[in-house]
DNA sequence: TATGAATGAGGGTTCATTCAT
DNA sequence: AATGAATGAACCCTCATTCAT
């Protein structure tokens, strides 16, 4: 059931008919993306698609996984308890900005199909939903818990606002198909949004060392 | 070209045709629902469909022009300045919140199909997203002028987290088809929203009046 | 079974309709023509189309039925013998140029949709057709038995190309929507017709009273 | 663009579609020859017609482009001035026949869809007509020039005669479902359609050698 | 492995025709 | 007479999927 593409091998038909498919339906959506449109891009026969991936579905979920696994993997290191609440949700944001940077396209088609989208959303896949939301409020509650953030809002609702501004940053990044140039504008952009997260928009005359505008 | 919905007129088959669109699309997703399935929902005959509706095309639009139409109504009331920024910000909060009470097929299908998925995104709909974004970025912009809101951060960028957060919040409820029980529940978690965007999520030991966890 | 359009009474509807739909099936052709087309053209409602024809096929049949009428009144007055053969030939020629003359619309649509369609074809059209050819091969045969026309040649063949040459020129001119200028025009060109067709094409070196191009 | 069935192989599945599409439009017309009748007509499903014709309208240009290169080839042949004016015109008469003789069915579909149908007459279909046309026109110019053809009738208009004639019969032919039986009727029938458009239906007195009747 | 011919469910759309008002 | 809302048969075309080679 669970279809992964696990490394980079170039000389793996499976990984090109892979990368085909992330271009294809970044470009075309899951529905507008023909499995001739995938094989085409690959340079490849569509029949042979088939010999690779059972159904077109196949294709979209070895795409999210590659997401989620990343994800849960970067989640595992972090419950392990060794980061300071600010730094672990540091480390969230930048796996988005990370996997962005890496490959807009993966990103693009979850945040596009996966993310907001009924359409294709099973179960099994609103269940990874759930997972990483449920593994972010524990993040969240860990700050509550450590004094660090505040406990007049309920954890679930700081983690959709944290989730939500995070969301908010690379979708638009998407939409307008914005590339991060370096890694300096990667970690900018990642501080503000922890910074606005943690600080709020307001004003702070007590702050220490005023950040330059990003 | 515009094909709006104009009033809730019950004895107005037209509106009965949206209604029963709003609930299809929002159950099987836009292109998941037929118009025979619409029709049956609005218990006619799918050929009367087009009597009203040129395309399927058009149904979507109505939906969506429901949700601008509110929304640029808002944003013009808000333009004239009689409000200060926070409430100003306070009112586009609400007006998510109040649609989606009122009417959350409208929002669902709005945050599924639209605000998230290039499939469906022609031009036309992508300038109003971006006509929405820009009144938005004034308000903030507005309060950065104002001294209420800082200035390190750029206003595009604080625009992104508060629309980010915002939508976040929607988009869970609509995934999790929660409803807004009444609306003093409405009421805090929009004040929640915004007191997390304008001071963050930090402790803050200086706060004034903590407020109950929602 | 059989309709027609009998005077051009203008305050009759029936005649209304049937004007309007000799102007959009000449433009749409009849299968292309819709019934809202049609009454749209009339400025009446389309339901009312169908007190006065009970099928779009009836709209059709008027229309044809027009042509036959007049040309069968034609024949009928041409058999009575009171014309010799030459003149016979000349008079069927003129029935077309006339028609198309005063209601090129009318034989735009004969010729298009009937005269050379096997899609509107039906028996009772065809039977139209075969008398209408038997009764211009009888003037033919007439001309052949007063030994006026060759007998070496069929006198069915030499209707073909008498009826053929008649009307390849209406034809071309319908579909080149070329208007008759004037009645000396027609009168050169139905000359021109029964002159080849008596003397053929060949140069003539005997002929008295050399005629100008037409 | 251009869609041409090249050669009969029997073993080639585009051309058993060709012939299918030849027998069904034939029998139904083109607006009532379904997709699915000319699949069932072949044996096939009507899903494979896709494979090999986009359209539904490039069934239609197909058979319409073996017309026209036959016709053109044929033109080309005759355009090199071997022949004398008599002998091409012959040659142009035989083409109809002899396609008629051999692909009865092509021959009806021309005629009837193509020839004298606006419904389905596009620019480009428009734009062959007229060439051939013109080429049929050059001939009988040359034949005036060479002093062979009269010259008091333009060359137009004796290139409708001529080509009407020849289309009459070939119409006749077609919808009369009949056969030419040999080789030897074709001959004659040629010859009937040049004779009469060269000499006329007048009785000829000194005719040489009087045919006897066809 | 690899190809692409072959299948057919599925859905949007058109429009003649009916009929209540 | 007149309107246009309502119906549903009809048909083109797409494309995921299968399978013979």
Redesign the interface.
Known sequence: MKKTIPSDNKKNKESLIFRAALKTIKEK????ARISDIAKEAGISYGLVYHYFRHKDDLLDAIINQWWDGLFRLMADISEGRYEVGEKLRRIILYSLDTYQENPELVNIF??EI?????N?TSDR?NL?KKSMTLTEEV?AE?QRT????????AR??T??????????V??MV?SDQKIKGDSQKER?AD??L??????????HSTVG?????
């Open positions: 959506g899951f529905h507008g945040i596009t993310s907001r989208s009924t359409t959303l609103l939903f969240i700050g004094g660090i953030l505040r406990k007049d809002i309920k609702y700081l959709y606002i944290f989730l939500g501004s995070l969301e908010a940053f979708s638009t939409l952009i503000s949004i910074e606005v997260f943690l600080n709020g928009a307001k004003t702070r005023e950040r330059s505008a990003i």
